[in-house]
T-cell receptor, first 115, second 114 residues
Framework: NAGVTQTPKFRVLKTGQSMTLLCAQDMNHEYMYWYRQDPGMGLRLIHY???????AKGEVPDGYNVSRLKKQNFLLGLESAAPSQTSVYFCASRYNTGGNTGELFFGEGSRLTVL | KNEVEQSPQNLTAQEGEFITINCSYS?????LHWLQQHPGGGIVSLFM???GKKKHGRLIATINIQEKHSSLHITASHPRDSAVYIC????????????????FGTGTRLTIIP
């Protein structure tokens, strides 16, 4: 099992460009999340999904869009990148435990720089 | 929103020392998570606990629900334990799904010197 795989690992964009980060998991997890990690701050939730075809906003959704067309994939899109979106992005997934937040499995992270 | 505070922010110790990292939160929770972020950036889940104590190898996590406090201990610390240790607690999102999310602390950067 590969677990949670993020692509690309690194990307440099110019302001206004668009891009998509792909997260793929092979554990048949229902829940998937996109976080961003910035210096001096804890991981912050951008968007999440509780199953195929569903998405919902997290704490910092502005400037991002997501799609979950297949259960194993969760895509994070930046339509018009801004320097404030320079960050390290993490995808995570977990089973639907029906109550408490279950164990999260993280990808290796994607470092995005917007010039 | 559940506020999470970790202490210390940075900790440097000699190999073999007993390490304690603390986490306090503001709102009662169902379970608390401890995570480890390696120098290369990858994040792995260490523990999820709702009461008492859990042990995995040289790592021990304890939680006091009444005091809203958890500690992560490392016995016989080793340079390979050098990492950022992150505490996370549930916070409920207001959304169509009524789902809970995790609020993450800013982490404790641990450096073990040989």
């Amino acid at each position: 099992n590969a677990g949670v795989t993020q692509t690309p690992k690194f990307r440099v964009l110019k302001t206004g460009q668009s891009m998509t980060l792909l997260c793929a998991q092979d554990m048949n997890h229902e829940y998937m999340y996109w976080y961003r990690q910035d210096p001096g701050m804890g991981l912050r939730l951008i968007h999440y999904s509780v199953g195929e075809g569903t998405t919902a906003k997290g704490e910092v959704p502005d400037g991002y869009n997501v799609s979950r067309l297949k259960k194993q994939n969760f895509l994070l899109g930046l339509e018009s990148a801004a320097p404030s979106q320079t960050s390290v992005y993490f995808c995570a997934s977990r089973y639907n435990t029906g109550g408490n937040t279950g164990e999260l499995f993280f990808g290796e992270g994607s470092r995005l720089t917007v010039l | 929103k559940n506020e999470v505070e970790q202490s210390p922010q940075n900790l440097t110790a000699q190999e073999g020392e007993f390490i304690t990292i603390n986490c306090s939160y503001s709102v009662g929770i169902s379970a608390l998570h401890w995570l480890q972020q390696h120098p290369g950036g990858g994040i792995v889940s260490l523990f999820m606990l709702s009461s008492g104590k859990k042990k995995h190898g040289r790592l021990i996590a304890t939680i006091n629900i009444q005091e809203k406090h958890s500690s992560l201990h490392i016995t016989a610390s080793h340079p390979r334990d050098s990492a950022v240790y992150i505490c996370a607690v549930p916070t409920y999102l207001i959304s169509n799904f009524g789902n809970e999310k995790l609020t993450f602390g800013t982490g404790t950067r641990l450096t073990i010197i040989p």
